[in-house]
């Protein structure tokens, strides 16, 4: 686990150490939160194996992906309250937190326990294992993009044992997804291209304009 090295990840807030081979994330504080220092392109998966602590309400332990900031990101979850736990996919979109009911799955979780979710996000279809059975079958409504990743905590502590994030074979969803980014990036770049083009004529025509008057002066002087 390599969360603590600074050309890995950044702390955004929370306080991550390291502590009997594990990370602790143990301040109770809105969205502890660690972000990857680079992006995570395509599509992947996730396996994540922690310990949520007793410390806290909430006790909302997971990741985010296509993560832009703290306002904009994909999360998938657990929350090991006392009343009801569930294990959810969510989105931040905006700064605004929406939680589809379809990504809402309640499920006996407990304190000091481990726990292992197991994420598959292949284009807009996201599939969460919990502790080896599948648990939901998701289509993310809101659209993939190119993001880091983040752990984070959320009004509560959390012992992180062991973090893999494999990268999968591109689904055509996301092929597609890369295409248009391509084209459009085409297309911006030609229009740069077509507007340096206009550019150079004008600074060309204002010039030879300036040469032409230039020179029409001068013969009056001779």
Partial sequence: ???????????????????????????????????????????????????????????????????LDQGNSQDVYTSTNDTRQSVQAFHRVG?????????????PLVVNEEATLEVTVAGSQLTIDLNGQRKLDYNMPEKRRDGKFALWVHEGTAQFLELSITGKADSMETLQRRKQGADQALKVAQLQFTLAEAEVASVTARLAADVEKYLQVGSLRI
């Fill in 1 to 67: 686990f390599s969360a603590a090295r600074p050309d890995v990840w950044q702390v955004v807030s929370g306080k991550w150490d390291y502590q009997d081979g594990a990370l602790l994330q143990s301040s109770v504080t809105s969205f502890a939160t660690l972000v990857s220092q680079s992006l995570i392109t395509g599509d992947f998966r996730v396996s994540l194996r922690y310990r949520p602590l007793s410390r806290g309400a909430y006790r909302s332990i997971g990741f985010s992906f296509d993560y």
């Fill in 95 to 107: 700064g605004q937190q929406v939680y589809p009911p379809p990504g809402i799955v309640y499920t």
